[in-house]
């Protein structure tokens, strides 16, 4: 063990590089892999099947399949790494009954769009600001809430979080979002967005995506603790992590390349004057509290 620090990191995609590229969960060159993982004293990963709009049409098939590429490679997990297995696009929810189904394959998040509307909900590039939450997808967040499943809210547009925010009995998580005051973007939340996940219980990965950052051609280390403060100034404290969209993204802060560097974010936060009960929180004690009993 190189640090310290416990890690929880609310979404990745690298369960995509193992299925399409066969890349190892145990060692690999992508942003995040088993071995990395176990140089922190403890670390809960959340691998995301993302289901992108070229697999929609056997959506569920796609879901499968990345489970499948997960279990096959489970066996090699170190003792101090964890998963948690979610959904990232809700195309293959087709039935009350394949939504039980996912979570008895392990499935205990799912975000019910990507970006796009589907038949549950409107995504964040939905044009039309009057779509939101289909009848379907107000069933399906109910069920959600009935077998122990968390909605994850980040691909959402406004209008389908707020239907969302007005029907769910359960905590609400943005597992890969960051703040739209500070960089103005349809995939980031609004203040009034982010305090009603507080009002929730629920929590806010960050998103490490310069796009999301910054409306500059460059970022660091310093421009994700700027969305950590902000949410923290709104009283956040118990509802920030991370979510570092490790290998769903195409670039990445400077000084951040894939898992080996998360220590440097949280020693930044320490230099900054954050206390280590306050920084334990965001490294993962946040989202331990909101998915402990999934």
Excluded at 32 to 40: G, L, N, P
Excluded at 223 to 252: K, Q
């Amino acid at each position: 063990m190189k640090h310290n620090y416990s890690v929880f990191d609310a979404h990745s995609d690298t369960l995509c590089m193992a299925r399409d590229f066969g890349a190892s969960l145990a060692e690999n060159n992508c942003h995040a892999d088993f071995s990395r993982m176990s140089e922190y004293a403890d670390y809960t990963q959340v691998f995301a099947c993302f289901v992108s709009p070229a697999h929609r049409s056997r959506a569920a098939e796609r879901v499968v399949e990345l489970l499948d590429a997960f279990y096959s490679r489970e066996k090699t997990m170190p003792k101090n790494v964890h998963a948690i297995l979610s959904i990232e696009g809700g195309d293959g929810i087709r039935s009350i009954s394949s939504l039980r189904c996912f979570y008895r394959l392990g499935v205990r998040i799912a975000a019910l769009t990507w970006n796009y509307s589907n038949h549950i909900a409107s995504g964040a590039y939905e044009k039309d600001e009057r779509r939101g939450l289909t009848q379907f997808g107000a069933k399906i967040v109910r069920a959600m809430n009935e077998i122990g499943m968390l909605v994850d809210v980040s691909h959402l547009n406004r209008r389908s979080f707020f239907d969302i925010a007005k029907i769910t009995s359960a905590p609400m998580i943005a597992t890969h979002s960051c703040s739209d005051r500070l960089c103005p973007h349809p995939r980031n939340l609004t203040d009034e967005q982010f305090k009603l996940i507080v009002e929730s219980g629920g929590c806010v990965g960050v998103n490490f995506y310069p796009v999301f950052l910054s409306d500059r051609h460059e970022c660091g280390i310093d421009d994700i603790i700027r969305h950590i403060d902000r949410f923290m100034e709104l009283g956040g404290e118990n509802n920030v992590g991370i979510g570092t969209d490790f290998d769903g993204v195409d670039c990445l802060p400077q000084g951040i390349e894939g898992v080996q560097d998360l220590y440097k974010l949280f020693d930044r936060l320490k230099d900054m004057g954050y206390s280590d009960e306050v920084i334990e929180k965001i490294t993962h004690k946040n989202f331990k509290r909101v998915t402990e009993n999934l």
